[in-house]
């Protein structure tokens, strides 16, 4: 497969979701996801990004049915589809089908693999257990030859099977979690800030690695991370996530050009670009409304330069703005982009691109 | 393996200390000890003989003139030597004969019982802790009250109901004096018969912390991402309990073990006391009451080495389980 | 001597005192209040544990302290030799015709008396030497918990027998030295962990850069985030203590002058009341005994779980996942 972004043409979808929420139980029960609608196409690498608590690590906790108490799914729905154009509904999974869907279909890597690599068990024990797991009829001499050449496949010594994780570098232990994660050939990989532990080279290899083994196997990638930079880099597509909601997904070139989103304009803006000016770094005042809230107007309002009265009275949906710069690429939760809805055609410096308290002329009451 | 010979030293360093210790209480006690001793001895109504003198010189190492110093050494000497000096209860058996004797019935008896009732803990501890936030949780009270009941009174109860009212097990003693010791059948079944009150209370009344501690662990350890990470990959749940959550959860029980087996043996003493089992619970008991110092004392050396040995062989269990100990700074 | 409740969770809990309840959120679950008010943190919640805890220990504090009073003299003779419960006799009578209600009521004072004190002995010996240890790092730190790990493996009840017989005759001030001097080290062991992980935190390193003296920093950042850890570990003494001292006074070496549970199982043990049938002698002070433990490792989960927040149990079912 091209790792050019071809997909646009043959994209068809392996995982949707559906109108997804959840919550955690509290005294006052924080809605960590809502109602979020998103589908991944087979073989693409789909970038969700959001500052902590956006609620990007839960929705693919609730994806892959890890979340635990006091966490929830509320509502919505995921299907699988499969390459066979059959549908599995992951939610209905129960029991015995749920342990062998899982991982087959659906892997995950796992934040910091210091701990998510059990530390009393060799590397191959672990890996082991996955094919003991779902294949019991591979016999032990199968099990070593394969999982010696997973750790090839992801530049590891096959020597270091016999290794226990503490006896292994950081890089080392990603490299093994993305193996493990691929002993049964998934479709999909959700990737929940694989490189955030690791210094900047050991995390341009991971991630040259990942992209590699990609056009190699074919599989979609759902990689999660607050760093823009990177996602920028690596994804076909890219999801913006504020406070359980996604409020604009896209193309990666287009959300780069011309982002619709203020909030998505906002992350862009936080970080040094190394090719792009360096006067126009900012970061975004203000603070992420309280999960506990229900919230019945744009959650990002008080944040927003283009703030208007619409705004704290009615949530934006998310949906195509074919009239924008953007096109028919991707969509967005804002109604500066709604002329009907906010009063006028769009900021002019939101299209500019420029991340900036508005001025008094542009406001119309 | 720096692992290994810290703790080789570790131990080491506590028994040269207990050894110590062993020596210098006798010399807390204003005036001369052997003397005091002595008299009290006399006030018990024992006659006094000139080889009792010369015993309990031995035991607490003043059969020389010398300063201290040169005491500690003659001590040390004859400790290394195997001379405890004799016991005064059993006059003139040596103490070391004495302990000989009792070692093996308290080794057994406390050995069993503990393995038992850690095997039980960590096992019902595992299950109670895997099924967290269940009706099983209920559990963990019950087991507080079970090891809030001291060890002697337990053996009491368990006395009084299946050895004075019930009659199904001894009152008293290791086995039917009317066997042999040996290695028969009819001599081993009584000894069991004998064995099972006690056995009881020392694992009725120690199981509830190995449980406590192995299912706080477990509630601990389930949310480390090693478990999700099992559960993402579909393992079966068995496997995650056992390999994953279970495996690591157990490490710092096998690393508390030292503390833990300190109680149990002292529980142990007042459990053979109440059921005049023939332990060294149960001569200790009998030095105290017969002011039997040499005796006395080498118990409690008995006693500590023996915990440290135990100590040391589950460190070194440890460090195969936990392969992280095998090259620890 | 099981009662200690948990030498081994808490063991592995040195090894990473941080509770580890990442929430998939990426911030933590909102748990223990930073350094605002560390006073907070020892606010218990409300649970059916505690209340349950506090109303046993209460009840038999007050039986302790009321009793007495109440009672007739616990050393009166009467005719009514090893009589059964009765109008007269609520709890029977010895074999001297003694009271056993008024005899327990004695024995629950004195053995409440001798925890409390031990209790308060031994945790200020284990906050010095713990949190010294802990704080002070290198060559101190390596010395003291050397000599903590050595107190922890030398079983306690033989050396505490073996003492306790030289000294023997000492009365009530010797039995609670040496119960004090036997067991603190448990308690030090953990104080210093809990250190430890607190000299590394954020406003400790911000105190100690701004060149706060090390007496204010021990007193005013470090001791008062230890309180719930010392407060769980005075409790753990208490319990401890009540049961070494009745170890010790049934084989016969503590309590002279004082009756405690132990002395009462002593003199019945002694007086063949197993054999005689007169449980009304015998049960009652294992019974409190029991209680009073069982009491006081309720209010120490209650503390557990503020030190601690993963052991709590959630109020909802917890299905989702498996």
């Avoid at chain 2, 040995?309 to 440890?318: F, K, P, R, S, Y």
């Amino acid at each position: 497969m091209n790792t050019q972004p071809t997909f646009s043409e043959r994209w068809s979808p392996v995982l949707t979701v559906r109108g997804l929420s959840v919550d955690y139980e509290a005294d006052r029960p924080v809605h960590a996801v809502r109602e979020v609608d998103l589908a991944l196409g087979r073989g693409e690498i789909l970038g969700l990004a959001g500052e902590s608590g956006c609620g990007k690590s839960t929705l693919a906790y609730a994806v892959n049915r890890l979340l635990r108490p006091p966490a929830h799914v509320v509502g919505g729905e995921v299907v699988f589809h499969h390459a066979d154009g059959a549908e599995t509904d992951v939610f209905a999974l129960d029991g015995e089908q749920l342990r062998r869907f899982r991982w087959n279909r659906l892997a995950m890597v796992f934040q910091g693999a210091m701990n998510a690599l059990n530390p009393v068990l060799t590397v191959r024990a672990q890996l082991e257990d996955v094919i003991r797991a779902h294949e019991p009829a591979t016999d032990r001499r199968e099990r070593g030859r394969r999982c010696a050449e997973l750790l090839e496949l992801v530049g590891v010594d096959p020597r270091r099977l016999d290794s226990y994780p503490h006896e292994l570098s950081g890089g080392m232990r990603q490299r093994v979690m993305i193996a493990m994660a691929l002993v049964l050939r998934p479709d999909v990989l959700f990737m929940d800030e694989p490189t955030t532990a690791l210094d900047v080279v050991v995390q341009r290899e991971i991630l040259a690695e990942i992209t590699r083994l990609r056009a190699e196997l074919g599989f979609a990638v759902v990689f999660i991370t607050h760093d823009m930079s990177l996602l920028l880099e690596i994804s076909d597509r890219i999801a913006i996530m504020y406070a359980g909601r996604v409020v604009e997904e896209g193309g990666t070139e287009r959300l780069r050009r011309t982002p619709l989103h203020p909030y998505t304009l906002g992350l862009l803006r936080s970080f040094p670009s190394l090719t792009g000016d360096p006067t126009g770094l900012h970061g975004i005042p203000g603070r992420t409304p309280d999960l506990a809230e229900s919230l019945d107007r744009c959650a990002f309002a008080e944040r927003c330069p283009y703030r208007r009265e619409v705004c704290d009275g009615e949530q934006p949906p998310l949906v195509a703005h074919p009239d924008s710069p953007a096109g028919a690429d991707g969509r967005a939760a804002c109604h500066a982009h709604d002329p009907s809805r906010y009063g006028t055609a769009p900021p002019e410096s939101l299209l500019r691109g420029e991340f900036r308290p508005i001025e008094e002329s542009e406001v119309i009451r | 393996m720096t692992y290994l010979r810290r703790k080789i030293l570790f131990y080491l360093v506590a028994a040269w200390i207990a050894i110590t210790v062993n020596f210098a209480i006798p010399r807390m006690m204003p005036g001369n000890p052997v003397d005091i001793l002595l008299a009290r001895l006399q006030q018990g109504g024992a006659t006094v003989l000139p080889q009792s003198r010369r015993a309990l010189e031995t035991a607490l190492g003043r059969s020389g003139d010398g300063n201290v110093l040169v005491q500690y050494f003659e001590y040390l000497g004859n400790l290394f030597t195997g001379d405890l000096g004799v016991s005064v209860t059993y006059f003139p058996t040596p103490v070391l004969t004495v302990l000989g004797q009792a070692l093996p019935w308290t080794l057994v008896l406390v050995g069993v019982s503990t393995l038992l009732a850690f095997v039980l803990g960590v096992g019902v501890g595992t299950f109670v802790g895997w099924h967290r936030g269940t009706w099983l949780d209920g559990v963990a009270p019950t087991t507080t009250f079970l090891s809030a009941i001291p060890y002697f009174w337990l053996a009491l109860i368990l006395l009084f109901l299946f050895g004075s009212f019930w009659q199904v097990f001894p009152l008293a003693g290791g086995y039917d004096y009317d066997t042999t010791p040996g290695l028969n059948a009819e001599f081993l079944l009584s000894a069991l018969h004998h064995a099972v009150l006690p056995g009881l209370t020392i694992v009725f009344s120690s199981v509830g912390a190995w449980m406590l501690g192995m299912r706080n662990m477990m509630v601990s350890t389930l949310s480390e991402d090693y478990v999700l990470t099992a559960e993402a990959k579909g393992l079966r749940s068995r496997r995650i309990m056992l390999a994953y959550a279970a495996r690591n959860a157990v490490l710092p029980s096998i690393a508390g073990f030292a503390i833990s087996l300190g109680f149990v043996v002292s529980g142990s003493i007042v459990t053979e006391a109440v059921f005049s089992y023939p332990g060294v619970g149960y001569v200790l008991l009998q030095a105290v009451q017969n002011n039997d110092y040499p005796l006395m004392q080498a118990i409690f050396l008995v006693i500590t080495l023996t915990v440290l040995g135990a100590n040391l062989a589950v460190d070194l269990l440890h460090s195969v389980i936990d392969p992280r100990t095998r090259k620890a700074e | 001597m099981a009662t200690r409740t948990s030498p081994t969770g808490r063991a592995g809990r040195e090894e990473s005192p941080e509770p580890s309840g990442r929430s998939p959120l990426g911030d933590p679950l909102p748990t223990s209040g930073g350094r605002r008010n560390p006073l907070r943190r020892l606010r218990l919640p409300s649970s059916g544990k505690l209340r349950a805890g506090l109303g046993i220990v209460t009840a038999i504090v007050l039986f302790g302290v009321l009793g007495p009073p109440l009672t007739p003299d616990p050393q009166a003779i009467s005719g009514a030799v090893l009589s059964p419960p009765s109008g007269e006799h609520w709890f029977g009578t010895t074999q001297t015709g003694q009271d056993v209600l008024a005899q327990l009521a004695e024995a629950t004072r004195g053995s409440l008396l001798v925890g409390f004190v031990v209790g308060i002995l031994a945790t200020a010996l284990s906050v010095v030497v713990g949190v010294v240890g802990g704080y002070a790092g290198r060559k101190t730190d390596e010395t003291l918990s050397l000599l903590t790990n050595v107190v922890l493996v030398i079983p306690s009840l033989p050396l505490a027998i073996v003492i306790a017989n030289y000294l023997a005759g000492g009365g009530l001030a010797v039995t609670v030295l040496v119960i004090g001097i036997t067991i603190w080290a448990a308690p030090a062991r953990v104080l210093r962990a809990q250190t430890r992980s607190l000299r590394e935190r954020d406003y400790v390193s911000a105190a100690k850069a701004s060149g706060e003296r090390t007496w204010r920093i021990l007193f005013v950042e470090i001791l008062p985030n230890l309180l719930p850890v010392v407060a769980s570990q005075f409790v753990f003494s208490v319990v401890f203590a009540i049961l070494t001292e009745a170890s010790l006074a049934f084989l016969g070496l503590a309590g002279f002058g004082q009756l405690t549970w132990g002395t009462l199982l002593y003199y019945a043990q002694n007086a063949q009341a197993l054999v005689l049938g007169a449980w009304w002698w015998f049960v009652p002070p294992g019974l409190l005994m029991a209680l009073t433990g069982c009491g006081l490792s309720l209010i120490n989960f209650a503390i557990d779980e503020v030190i601690d927040p993963n052991l709590r149990t959630p109020a909802h079912k917890r299905k989702v996942s498996r």
